[in-house]
């Protein structure tokens, strides 16, 4: 299998704490960094965080920081979202992808994207 998939979503309460999860075959992992975005309803897929191959180098967007953790084992091929300290505004389907060009801000810098798993924060 190629594609990336994601697992660990669910219904949490405000201020609650979610991990996620994204298996990926050794082929479309070893050696690319990868990504996590997000899709609300009617709203374009965002940005969420990023982790290079040895995962040295992070980033995440403004609205996360301080409450998600992005990590990899490649051992294990899989990528890691801890997220934390949830908000309401969290709620959307989070995509894993793997980066193959740019600074990996958008969706067009990846490819081999999962099918996305669902995560409901309630207030």
């Known amino acids: 299998q190629v594609q990336p998939v994601e697992s660990g979503g669910g219904l949490v309460q405000a201020g609650g704490s979610l991990r996620l999860s994204c298996a990926a075959s050794g082929r479309t992992f070893s050696g690319y960094g990868m990504g996590w975005f997000r899709q609300a309803p009617g709203k374009e897929r965002e940005f969420v965080a990023r982790?290079?191959?040895?995962?040295?180098?992070?980033y995440y967007t403004d609205s996360v920081k301080g409450r998600f953790t992005i990590s990899r084992d490649n051992a294990k091929n899989t990528v890691y979202l801890q997220m934390n300290s949830l908000r309401p505004e969290d709620t959307a389907v989070y995509y894993c992808a793997r980066k193959i060009t740019g600074a990996g801000l958008n969706p067009s810098d990846y490819d081999y994207w999962g099918q996305g798993t669902q995560v409901t924060v309630s207030s």
């Open positions: 982790i290079t191959w040895m995962g040295i180098t992070t």
